[in-house]
T-cell receptor
Framework: GENVEQHPSTLSVQEGDSAVIKCTYSDSASNYFPWYKQELGKRPQLIIDIRSNVGEKKDQRIAVTLNKTAKHFSLHITETQPEDSAVYFCAASTGTGGFKTIFGAGTRLFVKA | DAEITQSPRHKITETGRQVTLACHQTWNHNNMFWYRQDLGHGLRLIHYSYGVQDTNKGEVSDGYSVSRSNTEDLPLTLESAASSQTSVYFC?????????????FGPGTRLTVL
């Protein structure tokens, strides 16, 4: 069935360093790849997304890259800050013809001050 | 302001009891979803709906049911609660099927089945 694998499950970085989270998906029909951030005890919230016709997208300190051939996509956070500490989820869905979204298992990011 | 709410926020029940979790959104979104969140599994889709009278099974639908009688609400029912259903449940909604739209999540319901 459809699957999204996410690595690593836990990531610890020093404040100011970069963090990279990687995901792979199995459904070749997937064409929309959102990333959600979930702070402790809070609800997941969208931080950035990318569509299949785009290879890279940036928003200030965060960027996403997509390799459709390899079915890989990644989240890059530069100049990490303590408030970046949270669980990050990647997801894949078919934006047309349906909207079922499959989430990765999550990455717990710790940014040490 | 438009929002999505869930109730109750916390629930403790016993094995075998029927439980209903409420989800209500005021965005007039057509799409609504129920997920469960467990450590190591991320968010797993239970059921989803693209509009009134439409419901679909997700990847972990066994033991759960939903109904969509209006645009605003998608209640989730556990027919006979089991300890394996102890989890945090999130409801979400999005605007349109067929478009690349953000899902907005509710605050979650923590359910404990004893």
């Amino acid at each position: 069935g459809e699957n999204v694998e996410q690595h690593p499950s836990t990531l610890s970085v020093q404040e100011g360093d970069s963090a990279v989270i990687k995901c792979t998906y199995s459904d070749s029909a997937s064409n929309y790849f959102p990333w959600y951030k979930q702070e402790l005890g809070k609800r997941p919230q969208l931080i950035i997304d990318i569509r299949s016709n785009v290879g890279e997208k940036k928003d200030q300190r965060i960027a996403v890259t997509l390799n459709k051939t390899a079915k890989h996509f990644s989240l890059h956070i530069t100049e990490t800050q303590p408030e970046d500490s949270a669980v990050y989820f990647c997801a894949a869905s078919t934006g047309t013809g349906g909207f079922k979204t499959i989430f990765g298992a999550g990455t717990r990011l710790f940014v040490k001050a | 302001d438009a929002e999505i709410t869930q109730s109750p926020r916390h629930k403790i029940t016993e094995t075998g009891r029927q439980v209903t979790l409420a989800c209500h959104q005021t965005w007039n979104h057509n799409n609504m979803f129920w997920y469960r969140q467990d450590l190591g599994h991320g968010l797993r889709l239970i059921h989803y709906s693209y509009g009134v009278q439409d419901t679909n099974k997700g990847e972990v639908s066994d033991g759960y049911s939903v109904s969509r009688s209006n645009t605003e609400d998608l209640p989730l029912t556990l027919e006979s609660a089991a300890s394996s259903q102890t989890s945090v449940y999130f409801c979400a909604s999005s605007a349109e099927k067929g478009l690349y739209n953000e899902q907005f999540f509710g605050p979650g319901t923590r359910l404990t089945v004893l």
